[in-house]
C-alpha cells in the first residue's frame, strides 16, 4: 500500500514473529486506605506476557514531557481487553506505568501500550511514607 500525503491516519506495522521477545508482567496497582490514614498498594490482577519493548525517541520524550505526560516506552503484546492507566507493567526489576493503549490498526491482535517508567521495583515502605502511593508515582 502506498503512502500519499492526504492519508490522516496511521498504519502500524504488526510484529514479526519472534518479536515479542521480553517476559513482563501486567499488573493492576489498587491503592487501598492504611491505618495510618496512608495508603497501600495492591495488585488483585497480574499475569505474565511476552511484550516487544522499545524506547521512545528523544523528540517524543521531550513532547510529551512538556505536557506533564513523560511516554518512556513503547511495549507492544498481544491483544487484551481492558488494559487502562490502573495498569503497571514490571519489567525485571523496572516498573512502568500505562498511560495509554492502542488497538493496533483496529484488529484486535495487538496491542500497544505507552509507558512511562516509575524505576526500580521496590517493596511498599508503609502507607504513611508517601513515597509510594498512586500520587506520589
Same mark, same amino acid.
Request: charged share 25%; proline share 4%; with cysteine.
Given at each position: /500500500?502506498?503512502? &500519499?500525503?492526504? %492519508?490522516?491516519?496511521?498504519?502500524?506495522?504488526?510484529?514479526?514473529?519472534?518479536?515479542?521477545?521480553?517476559? @513482563?508482567?501486567?499488573? /493492576?496497582?489498587?491503592?487501598?486506605?492504611?491505618?495510618?490514614?496512608?495508603?497501600?498498594?495492591? +495488585?488483585?490482577? $497480574?499475569?505474565?506476557?511476552?511484550? $516487544? @519493548?522499545?524506547?521512545?525517541?528523544?523528540?517524543? !520524550? %521531550?513532547?510529551?514531557?512538556?505536557?506533564?505526560?513523560?511516554?518512556?516506552? +513503547?511495549?507492544?503484546?498481544?491483544?487484551?481487553?481492558?488494559?487502562?492507566?490502573? +495498569?503497571? @507493567?514490571? /519489567?525485571?526489576?523496572?516498573?512502568? &506505568?500505562?498511560?495509554?493503549? &492502542?488497538?493496533?490498526?483496529? $484488529?484486535?491482535?495487538?496491542?500497544?501500550?505507552?509507558?512511562?517508567?516509575?524505576?526500580? !521495583?521496590?517493596?511498599?515502605?508503609?502507607?504513611?511514607?508517601?513515597?509510594?502511593? !498512586?500520587?506520589? &508515582?
Amino acid at each position: /500500500m502506498k503512502l &500519499r500525503q492526504a %492519508q490522516t491516519s496511521a498504519t502500524y506495522i504488526l510484529p514479526d514473529p519472534g518479536e515479542l521477545d521480553t517476559r @513482563v508482567t501486567i499488573r /493492576m496497582r489498587v491503592d487501598q486506605p492504611a491505618a495510618d490514614f496512608g495508603t497501600t498498594p495492591e +495488585y488483585p490482577v $497480574k499475569y505474565p506476557v511476552w511484550a $516487544k @519493548v522499545r524506547q521512545t525517541s528523544a523528540t517524543t !520524550l %521531550q513532547e510529551t514531557a512538556q505536557t506533564d505526560n513523560a511516554i518512556t516506552h +513503547y511495549i507492544t503484546v498481544r491483544w487484551r481487553r481492558g488494559i487502562t492507566s490502573d +495498569y503497571e @507493567v514490571v /519489567m525485571g526489576a523496572t516498573v512502568l &506505568r500505562v498511560r495509554r493503549s &492502542r488497538d493496533l490498526n483496529n $484488529k484486535r491482535r495487538f496491542l500497544l501500550l505507552e509507558c512511562t517508567e516509575l524505576g526500580e !521495583l521496590t517493596e511498599n515502605a508503609g502507607g504513611g511514607s508517601n513515597g509510594d502511593t !498512586l500520587f506520589s &508515582r
